[in-house]
């Protein structure tokens, strides 16, 4: 009995695989038969291949896809394994198209996004060139006159830096033989004098100066010598300290005293370079750190730096009392 039963369990058993062996095979065979219809349905041509129009046709008349001549071409290379440029009927994967074309469409995205950010840097980049060349080329203020009297007080606003620096450069007589130094000296010597009987003009003088360039109906040129002058003159300040130690030359001996007579030299050509430029008309902006300080004062920013202005504090008297 029990190997009765045996036999007949291995039968059942054997008719369950035969059974799901046909109905596999079936199952294979209608998918094959929806394949082949649907190739039949894009290969119009009957070549039993299909190009990229067929694929395109195919996908708007079967499922109302709207496919570009790219896209189609981009979709042929996936389906093609073989290589052959066309899709052939073993190639052909209903299901797999469908996913094709989103990874296509996405990959399509995205290179559009990347396109536009890359416009928008361009446009951005440009923007930001003329914006420079414009803030190089122009100054703020209604009052642009570049007139021979706006000129000249652009010019006589550097009195102040440099007879703030005749000092630092008195040492000077000791390098220098006599004859040649009253010739060199002689030019300065009325401003030095004056320095000397009105202890307080140059203070005065600071204040005067700090007061008109921050009045905006001046013109914008003499606006901005002015700002530039008194950064120059703040420029000084440590060089005065440092010579202002009667200590240091007893210590060092003369070597204290170059630091000073640099920034003499300095103040003299920074002078002599805003005031050539000033008597042609045009703003000297070329001292480094000096006249970027110049162009801050007068509330100009440089494009690009817009975010950084909000955390810097606006000039005030302040400057003054450290003046003094």
């Excluded at 349905?41 to 990229?52: M, T």
């Excluded at 642009?144 to 102040?160: E, F, K, M, P």
């Excluded at 007061?211 to 530039?228: C, E, I, S």
């Amino acid at each position: 009995d029990v190997d009765a039963k045996v036999v007949a369990l291995k039968r059942e058993a054997d008719e369950l695989r035969a059974s799901a062996g046909a109905l596999e095979a079936e199952l294979s065979a209608m998918r094959f038969a929806e394949k082949m219809q649907c190739f039949r349905a894009f290969d119009r041509k009957g070549s039993n291949a299909l190009g990229a129009t067929e694929l395109r046709v195919g996908l708007k008349k079967m499922w109302g896809m709207e496919v570009s001549e790219n896209m189609a071409m981009r979709l042929l290379k996936l389906l093609d394994r073989n290589g052959s440029g066309e899709v052939e009927l073993e190639e052909f994967d209903v299901a797999a198209i469908e996913p094709a074309l989103e990874r296509l469409s996405e990959e399509v995205r995205a290179s559009k996004e990347a396109a536009r950010v890359e416009v928008i840097k361009r446009r951005g980049e440009f923007e930001l060139q003329r914006q420079l060349k414009e803030y190089k080329q122009t100054l703020p203020g209604e009052n642009q006159d570049t007139g021979i009297i706006t000129r000249l007080l652009s010019v006589a606003a550097y009195i102040l830096p440099l007879a703030d620096s005749l000092r630092l450069g008195l040492p000077l007589v000791f390098l220098i033989p006599p004859s040649l130094m009253a010739l060199v000296w002689l030019p300065f010597l009325p401003l030095y004098r004056a320095t000397l009987l009105f202890p307080f003009a140059a203070l005065v003088t600071f204040l005067a100066v700090q007061f008109l360039a921050g009045k905006d109906d001046v013109p914008a040129l003499l606006r901005f010598n002015l700002w530039q002058a008194i950064q120059l003159d703040l420029f000084l300040i440590v060089p005065h300290l440092l010579v202002s130690f009667e200590v240091i030359p007893e210590t060092v001996g003369f070597i204290a005293y170059v630091p000073g007579i640099l920034a003499f030299f300095y103040t003299l050509g920074c002078i002599a370079y805003s005031a050539s430029l000033s008597l042609c008309g045009t703003a000297p902006r070329g001292i480094p750190k000096i006249s970027q300080d110049a162009e801050k004062s007068m509330g100009m920013v440089l494009p690009g730096q817009e975010d950084d202005a909000s955390s810097q504090v606006p000039p005030s008297s302040g400057d003054s009392s450290s003046k003094a």
